[in-house]
């Protein structure tokens, strides 16, 4: 017998599993066609769909005659986008395909397997680069392809009670944002009110240990004690 006739029979002998979607299947088929894929999830016509194949930190818009092989990488990860066009991007240079006009950026940070220290940034040709921030959204439907680089999360000064301090772009706490203050010599305690000043004036903004807010630079905190000696 030989080698490949001993691969078939076990082949024939077990079931591959893949996502779509975020639901798991299973096919007894260990080379399937695209639109196998798309009818056995429950994504029909076929032709009315888009299957992107998620692997080696890219994505690939797949033709519907196309066979992908279940068993070469372990199981095989698919989106599908109820669209009749593909969206092209480019993250340090390696192509990706989408099927919708727009990508969240968490589910492009998830596909590149980035770390909390990095974030994308947008090329622009007419204006400056532009960060993308945390749990935003990529736009795709422009004309041309959206071309993005992985780069190191920045930092960014921001004051509290009047000093500087240095902090990274992107969501932090309230308490995260007191920790740092904490930390670059600013004289306020962890149980101290933080409060936050509206860029255009106004009242200022209570933030509490666990609220998010958006740090961008420039943005202006307090922290007060405001126990009261018993």
């Not at 033709?63 to 109820?82: I, M, N, P, S």
């Not at 933080?194 to 905190?221: H, K, S, V, W, Y």
Request: glycine share 10%.
């Amino acid at each position: 017998m030989t080698v490949v006739e001993k691969q078939s029979r076990t082949d024939a002998r077990k079931a591959f599993r893949f996502t779509v979607d975020g639901n798991e299947y299973v096919s007894d088929d260990r080379h399937i066609d695209t639109r196998e894929i798309l009818n056995i999830s429950g994504n029909h016509p076929a032709d009315e769909y888009v299957l992107i194949r998620i692997a080696d930190r890219r994505t690939f818009a797949l033709d519907l005659e196309r066979k992908t092989d279940l068993g070469e990488k372990g199981e095989e990860v698919f989106r599908t986008f109820h669209a009749d066009r593909v969206y092209r991007l480019t993250v340090d240079g390696r192509g990706f395909d989408w099927g919708d006009a727009s990508i969240d950026e968490a589910d492009l940070r998830r596909i590149c397997e980035i770390g909390e220290d990095q974030v994308f940034k947008l090329d622009r040709e007419d204006r400056p680069d532009e960060f993308v921030d945390d749990g935003g959204e990529i736009q795709l439907g422009e004309s041309g392809t959206e071309r993005l680089h992985i780069v190191a999360r920045p930092v960014v000064k921001v004051t509290v009670n009047g000093n500087p301090i240095n902090l990274p772009r992107g969501w932090m706490t309230g308490l995260e944002i007191k920790s740092a203050a904490i930390a670059q010599g600013v004289r306020i305690e962890l149980d101290f009110t933080l409060d936050e000043e509206p860029a255009g004036g106004g009242d200022t903004q209570i933030i509490g240990d666990d609220d998010r807010t958006f740090i961008e630079g420039c943005e202006r905190f307090g922290a007060v004690d405001h126990h009261e000696d018993s």
